[in-house]
């Protein structure tokens, strides 16, 4: 770093700076090379001991750190930033062709909310609930303008990874909410809870959410922090509701028990979550991915109506979302089974 002049370093978007703050010495050189006020956003590294974190925190602000952390903790925290917090997901010209995109207006002001929801999550900074409201009202907007087919398809075609998937969750969402809960405290909370319910992922390495094939149990044990991380991080936030918290903390249970983080089952999970698990699962299914092409919406309400029949989903949850995108299923999961045994599946 002493080697980047003041011109470089106003370029950084983010500074590591791995120093001693209890070191005098450290610190004055490291003031002389930044300048005051400092050239570039930082974080510091505290050396070290955790009872120094608390000592050197006046230090820290007084260098403009956003953070101040430990050592020992340093690894988890950047291979989050490492993660979707670093991914600037467009540049100019890609932002300029998806706002031209049918609903692209409303992708676009999702995709830039997420971007915000990320950083703000890796760097556990305060986010405004009102503003990912706003966006989720304009997605649902924008959804109902454009046909939920369409809005999917732009997101596909303008945004990878992680980022596509929480867009897609958040358009499933909304075209349900549009279509079945309009105009409704749910509909809100449920947009609500879409956009925030992967947040966790931030914490996720790149690597990890972006393999291709089956994850080893090390890995899925990572994966499967992020519901917990996303609600400790959400829990704070003032005006945001139980119901949300409940849905982002729960969205990969299975209503047999099976699912994680806290494996409960039946009438323990809500309403509400039943809704996102759906709309996560199919917006999975429906994926654009390098190694793979997404599913069609029937294929993926077919999986989904398996799952149901396994115990694991809502089936009247399934059958709403199918309605969503013009396919009619029967009422009851018991006239799913006979169907099927009069075709001779069962
Ligand atoms: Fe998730
Ligand atoms: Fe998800």
Known sequence: MLELGAGELSAVRRLLVDIDLTDDCSLDRFRSAMGTPPAARIWLFVVARSDARHRTQTQANALFASRNILRSEA???????????????????????????????????????????????????????????????KIIGGVAETGAGNWLDTVRGHHEGTFQHCLLVAGVAAAYAARHLRGTRMATRLTDAALLHDIGKAQVPMHVLDKPGRLDE????????HPRAAVDYLAGTPGIEPEVLDAVLHHHEALDGSGYPDGIAGSRVTPLTR?????DIFAALVERRAYKPPLSDEDAIAILVDKALDGKVDYIRVRSLADVFGMTLPATLDEVRANMEQVGVA
């Open 275 to 279: 809704i996102l698990t759906v709309c």
């Open 218 to 225: 090390s890995e899925m044990d990572l994966i499967r922090t």
């Open 75 to 137: 690894e988890p925290l950047l291979l989050g930033l490492m993660s979707l917090a670093a991914r600037r997901p467009l540049n100019s010209t890609r932002i300029a062709a998806l706002r031209a995109a049918p609903g692209g207006e409303s992708v676009h002001a999702a995709g830039e909310e997420l971007a915000t929801l990320f950083d703000s999550f890796s760097e556990a900074r305060p986010f405004s609930l009102q503003t990912v409201s706003a966006v989720g009202a």
